[in-house]
């Protein structure tokens, strides 16, 4: 019973170590884009005796400006934006353009401008999600075939045989290919990797640092749309004795039931979190405090069948705008409540 879910996590944005990577990757693009362009300024000069040489020379010039523009945009608000992936591909395919530019007024698909599609794809490989990497195959396999069609202008619309072309065009589709898989494959581990650092490993609720990033996205999405967010905590009474009594597995068996217990009286859009070892916490998205207190008697009534339990309810933004606040304050009512269960 895994209660942390891929496609949530995608829904909230990306994790501390995705966000990361891509931070970094606009930093390598830029710096691959003034690598590719240094080799590219190279060969222009090396055959300058060639036709459009200045155009060319232009083209690059333009490449490694726009570089330098994407080096000074704030990278870090770029991927925390819903618009990230629309930059990284528009930014793929103008570099997919240039190069078949530069490649049809050299030779056509015979010219060396034409390889760095292939590090083009490599690099889109290294951290575009799926639909983004397809889409940036899809434009350079089409880009080539384009080029492969209509030649060269540099010795006058030179045509290479079709054989030539077609092995291009299997290369650079086989290529994309495995770029694709690489892609899905890479998708996949990160996804199995952020679901192992969430996820406790004997009730399948949220870990204490899982709860925490869907607290703290759940807060940010009441923020944006004047919602409530309440905070159930838990805390069973009497666990310690059952472990000294029964033994370590009979209280593990306990806690994955109460796990199982409180998942079936949720709603699919609210978690679970083992903050501790016998502490657990209900997150209650959309839900007003009035109501938050009704979920934990029922929840606290339920348990009752083989564990006593107390809880503590908290409420943004009430009792508070951030998780730190709202679970202390979920906590005092917490203790607040036992209190008052021993005094009765």
């Known amino acids: 019973m895994f209660l942390v879910r891929t496609g949530d996590q995608r829904a909230m944005g990306l994790d501390s170590s995705r966000l990361r990577l891509r931070v970094q990757v606009v930093t390598a693009g830029v710096w691959v884009t003034y690598m590719t362009c240094a080799a590219l300024a190279g060969w222009a000069v090396a055959t ?17 400006v726009s570089a330098f523009v994407v080096s000074r945009l704030p990278a870090e608000r770029i991927v925390r934006s819903r618009y990230r992936e629309a930059f990284f591909l528009s ?12 490649a049809y007024l050299d030779v ?45 202008v540099a010795y006058g619309n030179f045509e290479p045989d079709a054989p030539y072309v077609a ?25 199995e ?6 996820t406790d490993p004997l009730t399948g609720c949220l870990n204490r640092r899982g709860f925490a990033e869907r607290l703290d996205a759940e ?76 979920v934990a008697a029922r929840t606290v009534a339920a348990l009752g069948e083989r564990i006593g339990s107390a809880a503590g309810v908290a409420c943004h933004s009430a009792d508070g705008g951030d998780g730190d606040e ?3 304050r979920a906590d005092a009512d917490l203790y607040a409540a036992k209190a008052q269960r021993l005094a009765g």
């Open 91 to 102: 930014w793929s395919l103008l570099d997919v353009a240039l190069v078949c530019t530069l």
């Open 326 to 328: 709202l679970l202390k």
């Open 108 to 152: 056509g698909i015979t010219s060396p401008a034409t390889l760095m599609l292939f590090l083009m794809l490599v690099f889109s490989a290294l951290s575009y999600p799926l639909a983004s990497m397809i889409v940036v195959v899809a434009a350079t396999v089409i880009g080539v075939a384009v080029v492969g069609v209509v030649g060269g």
């Open 167 to 191: 092995m291009f065009l299997v290369s650079m589709a086989l290529t994309g290919v495995l770029c694709v898989w690489q892609t899905r494959l890479g998708e996949r581990q990160r996804d």
């Open 219 to 294: 807060l940010g999405r009441a923020e944006r749309e004047g919602t409530d967010v309440a905070l159930v905590q838990l805390d069973l009474n009497g666990f310690k004795q059952v472990n000294d009594r029964h033994g370590h597995a009979a209280g593990d068996e306990l806690l994955c039931w109460v796990a199982s217990t409180m998942q079936g009286l949720l709603r699919g859009s609210d978690s679970i979190g083992r903050l501790g070892g016998d502490e657990f916490a209900l997150l209650l998205p959309g839900v007003p405090v009035e109501e938050a207190r009704a």
């Open 193 to 198: 990797l952020a679901e192992l650092s969430r």
């Open 48 to 64: 300058w005796d060639r036709p459009y040489r200045e155009l060319t020379l232009a083209l690059v010039c333009v490449a490694v």
